[in-house]
């Protein structure tokens, strides 16, 4: 006879070993996001201060008052947009981290579960920022490569 292998029938289990990687993790897990939360809060103010230092930069030069409120203020914004990013991927990673710790310890199937989607959150945004990163670098080069044909034509 032979023996059919689907993890839908049949349970995983969390052996010692696996509660001991698990536990690190969530540790880990834990101090990344903590650290991230500190990031994002001075990416948020180094975005208050980027703008602002933008603006009073550009008020002196002619005609520089109103191009570099509107630069300041996009600066700002995007700054102010990663910090958001950054926030909310720390506050997945923290969940997962929390969730975990719990499930550990009071043998708790549904924090495992919630533990285990916050990191399905938070690696859909990783990849989601990671593909956003690469198509805007995929339009840089060829935004490059056509400003260098164009300039050597």
Known sequence: MEIENNLLEN???IDSMSQVHLKETAMWAKFLAIAGFIISI????????AGTMFNKLTAGMPGGSKGGMMTGG???????LIAAVAFFMSL?????GVKM???LITNDQESL?????????????AGIITIIYLVI???ALL???IAATITHS
Do not use: D, P, T
């Open 143 to 145: 935004g490059g490569i």
């Open 74 to 80: 996009v600066i700002m914004v995007m700054y102010l």
């Open 113 to 125: 579960n919630l533990s285990f989607q916050n990191l399905k959150v938070y690696y859909r945004f």
């Open 101 to 103: 710790k719990v499930a």
């Open 11 to 13: 349970e995983l289990l």
């Open 92 to 96: 997945f990673l923290f969940r997962f």
């Open 42 to 49: 001075l990416i948020a103010i180094g975005a208050v201060f």
């Open 137 to 139: 670098l995929l339009l």
